[in-house]
């Protein structure tokens, strides 16, 4: 668990002269909300003793019992005899009205104006809706480039780098049903199924996934998932380009890139990178 230093540590300043003052109170105030919040990380990572919390937290016991207790009392806490401390019910309620006010477009676009302005490259944005990628933003990049795609545009997942970069995570068995469903709905591809997988295969391993010119001519594209709180892949961002300013050197470099921007966004949404079952 990562803890702000702030967090627990008691302050190793003199008192300043005058006692409180317009300045300090507020440094006060803020420290106690620290410690508050230290106990409550505490406990959500499985420590729900107090002697274990007071100990880790670097507070007296009394320091800690009191800030429990208070904890306890608006419903951040429970606490039951020899048990300890547990997360409570507010914490709850607060996660539904959390995830209510994410919005992934909101929360995902300034990530994605940036590496469209570093990449030069057009950027995309989008979710799986059933058996299609649904694209939700789309930023242009600064290259004289024309991407055929729209916002609200539904695309294949086994063609479009962003559509495979959304079912990584699918075992085989679901591949071999994704590319059997769009080959019988008429959706033209000329990668065999065997190619194809084994492609999935090192995507998958990697964490990103191309489109080598499989869903557009000569237009091609770096992708990487979004995962939400749970570590589940929730949406896709990509990097897509001519061919001419993205041969394979290029796709490689850009890998790194594409996956950080996936994964800032993705921090936005909630998910620990540290804790992955989160």
Same mark, same amino acid.
């Given at each position: 668990?990562?803890?702000?230093?702030?967090?627990?540590?008691?302050?190793?300043?003199?008192?300043?002269?005058?006692?409180?003052?317009?300045?300090?109170?507020?440094?006060?105030?803020?420290?106690?909300?620290? &410690?508050?919040?230290?106990?409550?990380?505490?406990?959500?990572?499985?420590?729900?003793?107090?002697?274990?919390?007071?100990?880790?937290?670097?507070?007296?016991?009394?320091?800690?019992?009191?800030? +429990?207790?208070?904890?306890?009392?608006?419903?951040?806490?429970?606490?039951?005899?020899?048990?300890?401390?547990?997360?409570?019910?507010?914490?709850?309620?607060?996660?539904?009205?959390?995830?209510?006010?994410?919005?992934?477009?909101?929360?995902?676009?300034?990530?994605?104006?940036?590496?469209?302005?570093?990449?030069?490259?057009?950027?995309?944005?989008?979710?799986?809706?059933?058996?299609?990628?649904?694209?939700?933003?789309?930023?242009?990049?600064?290259?004289?480039?024309?991407?055929?795609?729209?916002?609200?545009?539904?695309?294949?997942?086994?063609?479009?780098?962003?559509?495979?970069?959304?079912?990584?995570?699918?075992?085989?068995?679901? /591949?071999?049903?994704?590319?059997?469903?769009?080959?019988?709905?008429?959706?033209?591809?000329?990668?065999?199924?065997?190619? /194809?997988?084994?492609?999935? &295969?090192?995507?998958?391993?990697?964490?990103?996934?191309?489109?080598?010119?499989?869903?557009?001519?000569?237009?091609?594209?770096?992708?990487?998932?979004?995962?939400?709180?749970?570590?589940?892949?929730?949406?896709?961002?990509?990097?897509?380009?001519?061919?001419?300013?993205?041969?394979? +050197?290029?796709?490689?470099?850009?890998?790194?890139?594409?996956?950080?921007?996936?994964?800032?966004?993705?921090?936005?949404?909630? /998910?620990?990178?540290?804790?992955?079952?989160?």
């Amino acid at each position: 668990m990562r803890q702000s230093k702030s967090i627990g540590i008691e302050s190793s300043e003199p008192p300043r002269k005058g006692g409180d003052t317009a300045e300090s109170k507020p440094l006060a105030g803020a420290q106690t909300l620290l &410690r508050g919040l230290g106990i409550v990380e505490m406990v959500a990572n499985g420590t729900g003793s107090l002697n274990d919390i007071s100990a880790a937290l670097g507070l007296s016991r009394s320091t800690a019992h009191r800030l +429990a207790a208070t904890l306890v009392e608006q419903r951040y806490l429970t606490f039951a005899r020899r048990m300890g401390y547990a997360l409570g019910p507010k914490l709850l309620e607060l996660g539904f009205l959390a995830r209510r006010h994410l919005s992934l477009p909101r929360i995902a676009r300034e990530h994605l104006e940036d590496l469209a302005s570093n990449s030069g490259d057009t950027v995309h944005l989008a979710i799986r809706d059933g058996h299609r990628a649904l694209y939700l933003d789309k930023i242009p990049g600064g290259r004289r480039v024309e991407i055929s795609s729209r916002v609200g545009e539904l695309q294949p997942l086994r063609s479009t780098g962003i559509g495979k970069a959304l079912i990584l995570e699918e075992n085989e068995t679901a /591949w071999r049903e994704l590319y059997d469903i769009e080959d019988r709905a008429g959706f033209r591809y000329n990668v065999e199924f065997g190619v /194809w997988v084994q492609r999935m &295969r090192g995507y998958a391993a990697r964490g990103c996934a191309f489109d080598l010119e499989e869903n557009e001519d000569r237009i091609r594209c770096v992708a990487a998932p979004v995962r939400d709180a749970s570590g589940a892949i929730s949406g896709a961002i990509s990097v897509s380009s001519a061919a001419q300013y993205m041969d394979d +050197a290029r796709m490689e470099r850009m890998t790194e890139e594409v996956k950080r921007t996936a994964d800032a966004i993705s921090r936005d949404l909630g /998910w620990n990178q540290d804790n992955p079952t989160t």
